[in-house]
């Protein structure tokens, strides 16, 4: 229960912790009720001290001193400059009784690879109007490193979606993904607009919950007798995230969940697997998620494909940096290539903001998402390029290319090896980069289901999200006919 309820008279205590119990979402408004009249009665005591501070100031300030700095308040507990219309930096440590909600000891995979809180916090605005601040804390200063505020207007897109490799097993399907994109106007760092991406173990959350009073110790009891699909999150999970979306949504947060359900017509797998999880929100043939595992040069990582509203959709390639965020309205066309029993290529055209044509190149992508992967760009109305003049001969010249390297060698290879020898070479990118294990993963969700730990993580580790083994499959699809 939040720290402000102990301030109340104990009998308005008993009425708010009651109706806080019924209502969970009103918290929020609560808060900001209370902020709102405290506030009120703290302005009418700073004006008469300020008044006085002032007047001291003023004999015993010398006349060329430069002015104070603009956003700073002299009297407030938590220190915020104001940076942009989205953007504060906060240079202290965010006072109890100004928390929303936390999510504690997060795995983050950026902006850093370390430990951090999430938290929704109150910020009080020029006009004495409190606004929902998201900040980035780090766990051991409990100073925000990132604070973000008119959230409404600030929010690209925010997903929560299941890791590839964890889907398919039952101790780890419920460690999943939160990812948060800001608009380019509110990025904390000009020209670098950096993701807000983490790991949640929704097992752990539920014990913080718990531990805060935020649902009942006995909730989960309510649930041991109902019948669960192994493939979707626990049900208790499911209220969790339901829980989490209503919080993110009253900051200004629209919290999308893409996590398969036990709950019939919602959010239904159509595929799970290591490198492939197909889902559909409305338990339809048309997915609004296709996630696979891709290569975008030597560099290993999940392909999505993501609909977020009837008009609207993103392609997302991730999650080691750069992480590319792109929007569909901004894709000319897609082409496919290398297409062989286990894998093939997509070609990306992309038009940006000056008119310029870019081109973005996936390879070793898992062939069981194909078709799903197809018919969600069709479904965009994305213009297959796949028989272009251009796109043929570029293919022509790299096997031509490919050919004269291999001259030596024909006589003891088998006729059209082309496709596979490009794999292969794909294959040994990934090997030189030592990628695909997904070992310190599987440590690091591991040890948060057991102990939930909040030490920070080591920030040069590389954290696998995939945890698929197309290394192996590309040495099969070497030797095998397309």
């Known amino acids: 229960m939040a720290t402000w309820i102990n301030d109340l008279p104990s009998d308005l205590q008993e009425l708010v912790k009651a109706l806080l119990l019924d209502y969970p979402q009103s918290e929020p408004v609560l808060l900001q009720l209370a902020a709102h009249y405290a506030s009120e009665a703290q302005d009418k005591r700073r004006k008469t001290n300020m008044g006085r501070a002032q007047k001291a100031l003023q004999k015993a300030k010398p006349k060329n001193s430069p002015p104070p700095a603009a956003g700073l308040p002299s009297l407030g507990l938590t220190k915020v400059e104001v940076v942009s219309k989205h953007v504060l930096n906060i240079t202290s440590p965010i006072i109890a009784n100004e928390i929303i909600f936390q999510l504690p000891g997060l795995s983050f995979l950026s902006p850093a690879r370390r430990k951090f809180s999430l938290v929704f916090h109150l910020y009080m605005g020029e006009d004495k109007i409190p606004l929902p601040v998201l900040s980035v804390v780090n766990a051991t200063t409990e100073i925000p490193e990132i604070s973000v505020t008119h959230l409404l207007s600030a929010t690209e897109l925010c997903l929560m979606i299941p890791i590839l490799g964890n889907s398919t097993v039952s101790t780890k399907k419920d460690t999943v993904m939160m990812a948060l994109w800001l608009k380019d106007a509110a990025a904390v760092t000009d020209g670098k607009n950096e993701p807000i991406i983490c790991t949640l173990n929704l097992d752990v959350v539920k014990k913080q919950l718990t531990d805060a009073g935020k649902i009942p110790p006995h909730a989960e009891a309510q649930f041991l007798l109902s019948n669960t699909d192994n493939e979707a999150v626990k049900p208790i999970n499911e209220l969790i995230i339901d829980f989490l979306q209503r919080q993110f949504n009253l900051c200004g947060v629209k919290l999308i969940n893409l996590l398969p359900s036990a709950s019939p017509g919602k959010n239904s797998l159509n595929m799970n697997g290591d490198n492939v999880i197909c889902l559909s929100q409305n338990a339809d043939t048309h997915n609004d998620l296709v996630m696979a595992a891709a290569y975008k040069g030597s560099k290993e990582g999940a392909l999505l494909l993501v609909v977020t509203s009837r008009d609207n959709a993103y392609l997302v390639f991730g999650f080691k940096k750069p992480i590319l965020l792109m929007n569909f309205t901004t894709i000319k066309a897609v082409s496919y290539s290398n ?24 390879g070793m992508i898992d062939q069981k998402s194909f078709q799903a992967i197809d018919d969600f760009v069709k479904r965009m109305n994305i213009d297959d390029n796949s028989f272009d003049e251009k796109h043929r001969e570029k293919r022509a010249e790299n096997k031509n290319e490919a050919a004269e390297g291999e001259s030596g060698n024909a006589e003891a290879e088998p006729v059209g090896s082309d496709d596979e020898e490009e794999d292969g070479t794909y294959t040994g990118a990934v090997e030189e980069e030592g990628s695909g294990s997904g070992s310190e993963v599987d440590e690091e969700f591991d040890s948060n289901v057991e102990s939930g730990s909040e030490d920070d ?3 040069n580790d590389e954290v696998d999200v995939t945890n698929n083994d197309s290394g192996k499959e590309s040495e099969n699809a070497a030797h095998e006919s397309p």
């Open 457 to 459: 993580a080591d920030e």
């Open 339 to 362: 297409i062989t029993r286990f894998t093939f290529s997509m070609l990306v055209t992309v038009v940006d903001t000056d008119g310029v044509e870019i081109s973005h190149d996936f």
